[in-house]
């Protein structure tokens, strides 16, 4: 389960090319339409004010509202962009932005908003997603995430039921009104802030992965960190296991299953049954409205101010999108462990203790 996607911010549309897919998923364009909300720029007040319809269109692979097996194509045509004052921007290097790295690389870029480089391109991500999805739940396979902190904030209390209720995936329901003030007070001030978000994949066979080159965490780690602005990813305890002792990380097993989830359901490469757990920390957007030092195309001092329409905190909208990562890695580990050994794997009981929140 190969996706490619391509196109830029500014451009006539963006889209994705899916490959190896299998056949007889039933798909139509309405099924997109949930979870690219879920992700969209301007549902809030919180996020950049780009309205995109962000309208499927179906192009290839599916008949009669099934997957062929066939390489499947969707597009979204750009609806919203606005490039007005794009010749002083593409002359110019945002701190911490891709702009210079594009730069170097290249020598030439599309400096019409974010072009190749902007989180408008995830949007593709959570669209082929959508049918990884859709296959991995008649597996029983159920892949949600949260937000796990916004700035210096962490929620108080978990409940997976107050998610959806708010515009920041915040699992902490009593906490919201403290996060609408804080965001006010952000963006009012111009600058921005980083956050995390953590995903969670329940029921995820024990077998999934492979032993040193393909590893199940490698591949998660690679797909995670490849969604823009991601900083660090974390399996399980992560970066915590630094300062744990074995007896205190180690998840002890019994007949009825494990104990404990500190491996985050991976060991040595290989899903081990648990609950999947990862993590990812996303930086502050770069797009700021208070002046940073840079340089431009020419290598001059230069002082750089970015108008136009941004997102205060990149994470806010992140949830979706790493599920989708997480999601399109599991579609394709467990075609890869069917090809390989037969069937999907069987999911391993988990004692309740040891179920993921
Ligand atoms: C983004 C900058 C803004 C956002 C965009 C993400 O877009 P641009 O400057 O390219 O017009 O609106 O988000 C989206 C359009 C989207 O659909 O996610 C950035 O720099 O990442």
Not at 121 to 148: F, N, P, Y
Not at 172 to 186: F, N
């Amino acid at each position: 389960f190969a996706v490619t996607t391509f196109g830029e911010s500014h451009g006539p549309a963006i889209g994705c090319v899916i490959d190896g897919c299998p056949p007889g998923i039933d798909i139509h364009e309405d099924d997109f339409r949930a979870d690219l909300d879920r992700r969209a720029t301007g549902k809030s007040r919180h996020t950049s004010q780009r309205h995109e319809e962000d309208a499927i269109e179906i192009l290839s692979g599916v008949f009669e509202g099934k997957t062929t097996g066939t390489p499947i194509a969707l597009l979204v045509r750009n609806t919203d962009q606005r490039s007005r004052d794009y010749a002083k921007i593409a002359e110019q290097f945002r701190p911490a932005h891709a702009d210079y790295t594009y730069w170097k690389k290249y020598g030439i870029r599309d400096p019409r908003g974010g072009g190749r480089s902007s989180a408008r391109e995830t949007t593709m991500r959570v669209a082929a997603a959508v049918i990884a999805k859709k296959w991995l739940a008649q597996r029983g396979i159920v892949v949600r995430g949260h937000l796990s902190q916004l700035g210096e904030h962490v929620p108080a209390a978990f409940d997976w039921g107050a998610v959806e209720d708010n515009p920041f995936f915040w699992p902490d329901a009593a906490m919201v009104p403290t996060l609408e003030t804080y965001m006010d007070a952000l963006r009012k001030s111009g600058d921005s802030v980083g956050a995390r978000v953590r995903v969670v994949a329940h029921n995820v066979p024990a077998g999934w992965g492979e032993p040193i080159y393909g590893k199940l965490d490698g591949d998660l780690a690679a797909a995670l960190m490849s969604i823009n602005a991601v900083k660090g990813v974390e399996i399980g305890d992560g970066f915590a296991a630094a300062g744990q002792r074995g007896t205190e990380h180690r998840d002890e097993m019994t007949p009825q299953g494990f104990l404990s989830n500190h491996a985050g359901g991976i060991l040595g490469g290989i899903s081990t049954g648990q609950d999947l757990v990862c993590s990812i920390a996303l930086k502050p957007t770069s797009s700021l409205r208070l002046p940073g030092r840079s340089v431009d195309v020419h290598g001059n001092a230069i002082e750089v101010v970015t108008t136009g329409r941004h997102d205060p905190c990149v994470g806010i909208r992140a949830t979706p999108i790493a599920e989708a990562m997480v999601a399109l890695v599991l579609i394709d580990h467990a075609l890869r462990h069917r090809a390989q050994c037969g069937d999907v794997g069987e999911v391993v009981p988990t004692i309740p203790s040891a179920v993921s929140t």
